[in-house]
């Protein structure tokens, strides 16, 4: 089954202590992306990646990290993480950039208490 | 910079008439355009995309929706609503020429009403 498997779903962490929300998908897509979903202000893309070694910024890149070594993973980390970074967050992909239909993951709810 | 509207938080509609879930757009250039679903506790699903040729542009689910160029819109209409299409749905666009983000809107939150 064509998928994008996020984990964890469900996170509850404290300030400033390192965390890294996996992302992969099985489809062979070459762009990936990271959202975050707030409520009012919908998603925002945080980074995306349009090959292997290929990322680049979003909306709201900061105090977020990415890495994107292998074609399948795209994992999200927060080095210091933040009460402001509580919130939704979803992982995509999609075959051919932008002008193509994204696949999304389930999502991870992060709290950073 | 792009950027997509949504200007209706929530639409309630009674089942079995039709709908229509707004959004506008604006690009400098020519957009992609995108509507997906997202169902509670889940992720977005994707229902329809413009990218070129004919304005009306149909989906899954029995939904459709109207690119406008001189409105800069893309609504999402269905002609019957069935209480299994409440849910929150985005309207999204991108831009050719390689700029490669992709730009959502706030969300419109669909109420069929039995």
């Known amino acids: 089954e064509a998928q994008v498997t996020q984990n964890p779903r469900y996170l509850i962490t404290v300030t400033g202590k390192k965390l890294t929300v996996t992302c992969s998908q099985n489809?062979?897509?070459?762009?990936m992306s990271w959202y975050r979903q707030d409520p009012g202000l919908g998603l925002r893309q945080i980074y995306y990646?349009?090959?292997?070694?290929?990322?680049d910024k979003g909306d709201v890149p900061e105090g977020y990290k990415v890495s994107r070594k292998e074609k399948r993973n795209f994992p999200l980390i927060l080095e210091s993480p933040s009460p402001n970074q509580t919130s939704l967050y979803f992982c995509?992909?999609?075959?051919?950039?932008?002008?193509?239909?994204?696949?999304f993951g389930q999502g991870t709810r992060l709290t950073v208490v | 910079a792009q950027s997509v509207a949504q200007p209706e938080d929530q639409v309630n509609v009674a089942e079995g008439n039709p709908l229509t879930v707004k959004c506008t757009y604006s690009?400098?250039?020519?957009?992609?355009l995108f509507w997906y679903v997202q169902y509670p506790n889940r992720g977005l699903q994707f229902l329809l995309k413009?990218?070129?040729?004919?304005?009306l542009v149909k989906g899954s689910y029995g939904f459709e929706a109207e690119f406008n160029k001189s409105q800069t819109s893309f609504h999402l209409k269905k002609p019957s609503a069935l209480v299994s299409d409440s849910a929150l749905y985005f309207c999204?666009?991108?831009?050719?020429?390689?700029?490669?983000?992709?730009?959502f809107g706030t969300g419109t939150k669909l109420q069929v009403i039995p």
């Open positions: 995509a992909s999609s075959n051919g950039g932008v002008n193509t239909e994204a696949f």
């Open positions: 489809m062979n897509h070459e762009y």
């Open positions: 990646s349009m090959n292997v070694e290929v990322t």
């Open positions: 999204a666009v991108s831009v050719t020429g390689g700029y490669q983000k992709v730009t």
């Open positions: 690009v400098s250039g020519n957009p992609y």
């Open positions: 413009y990218i070129t040729g004919d304005n």
